[in-house]
């Protein structure tokens, strides 16, 4: 099928079409739906499997009254050049409000060239958000969600393999020897790398623990293994809640698909359940998953408005359901 006929059979068309954006965030914040994206721009800086090319720069904040209403740009929330250290690719985002106080999480390269997590706070959800000076303490890697449990802890759930550095603190400590994204990584027949998740601390700009593990399990209760493309996780992760379990969704990269596994608790462990949706146009694949009105709506993002250009990729939206047994049912972006 080539690229017209694939944007002609979109399911969903971009929220916006006057920048991209990829990798939406969204939430729910005094009855209105914000998006928290990445912001796509051309850097022609050359494709690696590192993902050099993704440079963006800043952040904007997109508003919605409901999921088929126009979508609103805020404008930029937040520049590289405002967070003290930062020194390139403002990643996958994801914000959180508390208190009245909005938080915008974001990963970025430090000046070492090692991925961090920053936090920025703002009165308003649309920003502009100010910056901590440093980032968060034994934060690393990439694409942090933050997800407010019915207890009112907040946890963050992160990492990112190959260019998002998570093989690279297999040991505790950044081996920055290896510039390959495959340096690190586990053999086939090893379990696969898992996300992370930290509690926040009350002011939510730190963590009150060390980063944990989060399991992954197959059907059998075994970790998910590092050969087992379609299943493992790579990136993108995203936590809500469906009638009291727990469902963590993730990209698994190379293979395209964005999944998921269901537990009982916010730390897991998750057992792989199934997919939410099929590969889009693009390489990657990261999305949000949030409820608005008693209906369930899932955030992505695909590369339909460019063509196929990998690094400017466009938010869309989609309707999710959830069937009578609690799965999710998956989702395929362009109508047969
Ligand atoms: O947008 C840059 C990176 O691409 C994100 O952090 C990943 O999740 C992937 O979407």
């Given at each position: 099928m080539?690229?017209?006929?694939?944007?002609?059979?979109?399911?969903?068309?971009?929220?916006?079409?006057?920048?991209?954006?990829?990798?939406?965030s969204?939430?729910?914040?005094n009855?209105?739906?914000?998006?928290?994206?990445?912001?796509?721009v051309?850097?022609?800086i050359?494709?690696?499997?590192?993902?050099?090319?993704?440079?963006?720069?800043?952040?904007?904040?997109?508003?919605?009254?409901?999921?088929g209403?126009?979508?609103?740009?805020?404008?930029?929330?937040?520049?590289?050049?405002?967070?003290?250290?930062?020194?390139?690719?403002l990643?996958?985002?994801?914000?959180?409000?508390k208190?009245?106080?909005y938080?915008?999480?974001f990963?970025?390269k430090?000046?070492?060239?090692?991925?961090?997590?920053?936090?920025?706070?703002?009165?308003?959800?649309?920003?502009?958000?100010?910056?901590?000076p440093?980032?968060?303490?034994n934060s690393?890697?990439?694409?942090?969600?933050?997800?407010?449990?019915?207890?009112?802890?907040?946890?963050?759930?992160?990492?990112?393999?190959?260019?998002?550095?998570?093989?690279?603190?297999?040991?505790?400590?950044?081996?920055?020897?290896?510039?390959?994204?495959?340096?690190?990584?586990?053999?086939?027949?090893?379990?696969?790398?898992?996300?992370?998740?930290?509690?926040l601390?009350?002011d939510?700009?730190?963590?009150?623990e060390?980063?944990?593990?989060?399991?992954?399990?197959?059907?059998?209760?075994?970790?998910?293994?590092e050969?087992?493309?379609?299943r493992?996780?790579?990136?993108?992760s995203?936590?809500?809640?469906?009638?009291?379990?727990?469902?963590?969704?993730?990209?698994?990269?190379?293979?395209?698909?964005?999944?998921?596994?269901?537990?009982d608790?916010?730390?897991?462990p998750?057992t792989?359940?199934?997919?939410?949706?099929?590969?889009?146009?693009?390489?990657?694949?990261?999305?949000?998953?949030?409820?608005f009105?008693?209906?369930?709506?899932?955030?992505?993002?695909?590369?339909?408005?460019?063509?196929?250009?990998?690094?400017l990729r466009?938010?869309k939206?989609?309707?999710?359901?959830?069937?009578?047994?609690?799965?999710?049912?998956?989702?395929?972006?362009?109508?047969?």
């Amino acid at each position: 099928m080539d690229i017209q006929q694939l944007k002609r059979k979109a399911i969903s068309q971009p929220l916006v079409e006057h920048i991209y954006t990829a990798d939406p965030s969204a939430h729910v914040f005094n009855g209105k739906i914000f998006i928290y994206p990445s912001h796509d721009v051309e850097s022609n800086i050359p494709f690696d499997d590192l993902g050099s090319h993704f440079a963006m720069e800043d952040y904007h904040v997109l508003s919605m009254e409901d999921p088929g209403a126009k979508a609103v740009d805020h404008g930029c929330a937040l520049h590289l050049s405002e967070v003290p250290w930062a020194s390139q690719q403002l990643w996958a985002p994801d914000a959180a409000e508390k208190d009245g106080n909005y938080y915008l999480f974001f990963p970025a390269k430090d000046k070492e060239g090692v991925f961090r997590i920053g936090v920025a706070v703002s009165e308003s959800p649309v920003g502009p958000f100010t910056a901590q000076p440093e980032p968060i303490n034994n934060s690393f890697s990439i694409d942090p969600a933050v997800f407010k449990d019915s207890d009112g802890s907040y946890y963050m759930y992160f990492g990112g393999i190959w260019g998002g550095q998570l093989q690279r603190w297999r040991t505790g400590q950044f081996k920055a020897e290896g510039e390959g994204p495959f340096a690190h990584l586990p053999a086939d027949m090893e379990p696969a790398l898992c996300p992370k998740v930290a509690r926040l601390r009350d002011d939510l700009l730190e963590f009150t623990e060390l980063p944990r593990d989060l399991q992954i399990l197959d059907e059998k209760g075994r970790p998910i293994l590092e050969g087992d493309k379609d299943r493992r996780f790579f990136e993108a992760s995203w936590m809500h809640t469906y009638k009291g379990k727990y469902y963590f969704s993730y990209s698994t990269g190379d293979t395209h698909f964005i999944c998921y596994a269901i537990g009982d608790s916010p730390y897991g462990p998750f057992t792989y359940t199934g997919r939410i949706l099929e590969p889009v146009i693009g390489w990657t694949s990261h999305h949000s998953i949030c409820e608005f009105n008693g209906k369930w709506y899932l955030f992505y993002h695909d590369s339909s408005l460019s063509e196929g250009v990998t690094h400017l990729r466009s938010v869309k939206v989609t309707e999710l359901n959830h069937d009578e047994n609690g799965r999710i049912q998956t989702i395929d972006p362009y109508s047969k």
